[in-house]
């Protein structure tokens, strides 16, 4: 079952570091800029993902077409897509170990949620950070060395 209570959300939130925010768009009004600005303001170091994109810098992040690609460790995956193209995202998310998958309002898949929580991950669903971290009080993250350390939720 996803992540609902707010104890939890805010441990998953004072805790991640990097963050792959997948469906990243370049479009400044676009939700997925606004949200990876946010969450780049609060401390959070945000990798953008669009395989359109690839190869290009958006906000100071070079974008990567997948999360294969990404070289750095994760500690979420922010998946900004549609409902019908999460299952192949949540299954390389997965694949890499990424402790949490969120995804954003409106982004739904009970299967792939199962499949990610089988796998000992944290699955946060139809929600944002953008208005949970206000929600619940988070603090911005403190600046510090990156972790290699994954953390569980």
Do not use: H
């Amino acid at each position: 079952m996803p992540v609902s209570s707010p104890d939890q959300l805010r441990r998953i939130l004072e805790s991640v570091r990097t963050i792959a925010l997948v469906g990243a768009s370049e479009k400044p009004r676009r939700p997925s800029q606004e949200v990876m600005a946010y969450l780049q303001g609060r401390g959070y170091r945000v990798i953008p993902v669009n395989p359109r994109l690839a190869g290009q810098t958006l906000l100071g992040e070079k974008v990567y077409a997948d999360l294969a690609s990404v070289p750095d460790p994760l500690d979420m995956a922010d998946l900004f897509i549609n409902s019908e193209r999460v299952e192949p995202v949540i299954d390389a998310a997965i694949a890499r170990q990424i402790p949490v998958i969120w995804l954003q309002v409106g982004v739904i898949s009970d299967e792939g949620a199962a499949r990610a929580e089988a796998a000992n991950l944290s699955v946060v669903m139809d929600r944002c950070p953008k208005q949970e971290i206000p929600r619940l009080g988070v603090l911005p993250v403190p600046r510090s060395a990156p972790s290699d350390k994954k953390p569980r939720f």
